[in-house]
Each structure stands twice: as C-alpha cells, then as structure tokens.
C-alpha cells in the first residue's frame, strides 16, 4: 500500500507539472520577512541595516526526508532623503525545494523604495512610501527518481520498464517584476499602525517546462500575485502591547488569508521584549471553499539588536488524517545595525 501510494503521488506531481501554474513561498511569520511580503517595505526600519533570515520545514511527517524546506535571506537598507523622507534599497535571496524529485525554485530580487512624510512632526508622523522589485529565478528539478505511468507493473513502480518519455529540460530561467505601496502612522515610540499592498509577478514569464521541446512552445503563466497587509503595535498597560497583524495572498485560483495577535511585553527599558501570538490560516484553491487550513503558534523575542522568532502550524484540514495535525516548524532571525539616529521614531518594528 506505500508503494502504491509513493507511486500514485510521485505521478499526481510529474503531471501536475504541465498543468498547474506556479504559486509562492508563504511564511506564517510574514511579518518577519518584509522583502517578501511587499518591495514597499525595503528600508522601512528605525535603524540603518536590516538583515533577514528564515527557514520553513513543512510536511516532514508525512513526506520525510521530500518534505518542502523554503530559506530565504535578505539585507536591506535607508538612507535620508531631505528633512524628513528616506530612500531605502536591499535585495532577498530565496530557495523552495520540495518532493523527491527536488524541485526547486531559487529567486533573486534587488527592490527599492521611498517614503514620503505626509504628516506629523519628531514623534508623531504619517508616511507613504512606494516600492518596486525586479529580479530573476531560475526553476530545476532531478528527473532520477521520476516515476511514469509507462513504469506501473500492476499498481507498483518498476525502473526497469522503459518510462517512453521524451526528455525535459531540467532548468529554466525568467524575469520577474513588482510593485508596492505602503501607508503607516507613528503614533509614539509603543503605538503605530500601517497597511499596504503589491503586485507580484507582473511580467507573468512562462513557467513551463516543455517550453523548448521540439521547438513548440507550451505557455504555462506565472499568475500575478495580490497582496493586502496590515498590522500594528498598540500599547495596553506600562509593560503589554497588542500586535495584530493580517495578511491576504489571492494568486490564480488560490486565497490565504492569515490574520491573529500577539502579546508583546516588555522585560526592560533597553528594548528587550518576549511575545506570545496565535494565528489562523484560511486557504482555498480552484474550486473548493475558503477552510481554515491551520492554527499557528509563534513566540518572539527582541534583545539588543536581534529579533528571533519561532512558530509551528498545527494542520486543522482535511489533510490531518495524514499528517496527524502536524504542520510546518518555522524559524526567523531580524539582526538590526542601528548606529547614531539623528532623528525620532521614524516607523513600525517590524
């Protein structure tokens, strides 16, 4: 029965290939990965460097070692533009491999952004700021451990039969644009909210595979991403901050929607913090209703400069007959460079 069920997912991916058109990487914790969330947010930072890092591992108990593992890594910067607005710049680096046949996307983005003060003095200030990205991706995949319907011997896989497949190209590589907008408000150093948006995937490259075979071209479209976010820190006593936060991906025919709280308290006067959150995921794709698809718990903590956070999704969907409610273990790191500030609360902590 695990052969065959080995057989029959191995198959449902290799056609899957030519028919489905990419989607994106997701974090639970969206909000400690702002490059990948919206090019508006490059440089949107109170200090002068920002450097980024997070893993997700998701599926482990029911793929193993073919389990889906995304890393991404990112730095971005401002710099002061006049009296009040900024320029910021970085650049995010980001790898998705998934299943036994490695499958694997790996993307490089440069983005830029400038906010504009629209109100507000030192301590209390409005911004917009627009941002936009560009980059390249190069998708692979290892065709060694391939399973064909030609190799089904009586429901189970056998390599030793001819698979009578041509053969595909094992990577290709495109181009990728967006854009980004960003409103947020200080309010004081403890309170502030913000919401954007951005479009990802303008450009809509072809993602096929087949693409070059026998000089017909297959098209297979990357669907323009939308994304709506906001959030914000609200200060509730001398020592406890509510943080909600709220993000909707709609790419094709699938929507997320991830929206929760965390409860920030603060263990001194020097920037050291603990936080306690729980979020709920909502997810449809094609045809199916919008269920929810995971509860996730996260926990924070901010110390000097370092902001390290972890979170795991316990599956609620009607994949946990399988995964037995495990879901996905996620880690992130924000490492801040602050040097001298010449100037107030300038943003959010993201």
Known sequence: MAKRLAFFLSLLFILTLSSVRGQDIHFSQFYMSPLTLNPA?????????????????????????????????????????????????????????????D???????????????????????????????????????????????????????NGSFDSGEVELPTNFLFGDVGIGLLWFSVLDRNSNFYIGGALNHLNQANLSFYQDIDNKESVESYYTKTVFHAGGEFKTGKEMSLVPGAVVFSQGPSLEINAGNSFRFNLDGYGQSFQLGAWMRLARHFEKPLLVDAIILSTRFDFSNWGIGFSYDINVSSLNSASRGNGGFEFSMIYNVCGPQQRGVYCPKF
């Open 41 to 101: 947010l490059t440089g949107v930072m109170n200090c002068n460097t920002r450097i980024v890092g997070n893993y997700r591992n998701q599926w482990a108990s029911v793929l193993g070692s073919s389990a889906y593992n995304t890393y991404s890594v990112s730095y971005d910067q401002k710099m002061p533009v006049g009296r009040y607005d900024y320029f910021g710049f970085g650049g995010n680096l980001w790898s998705d491999v998934a299943g036994s046949l």
């Open 103 to 157: 499958f694997q996307t790996l993307t490089l983005k440069l983005s830029a952004s400038y906010s504009r003060r629209v109100g507000g003095d030192r301590r209390k200030s409005n911004y917009i700021v627009f941002g936009v990205e560009a980059g390249a991706s190069q998708r692979s995949i290892d065709y060694l451990n391939a399973q064909w319907p030609n190799q089904n011997d009586n429901g189970v896989f």
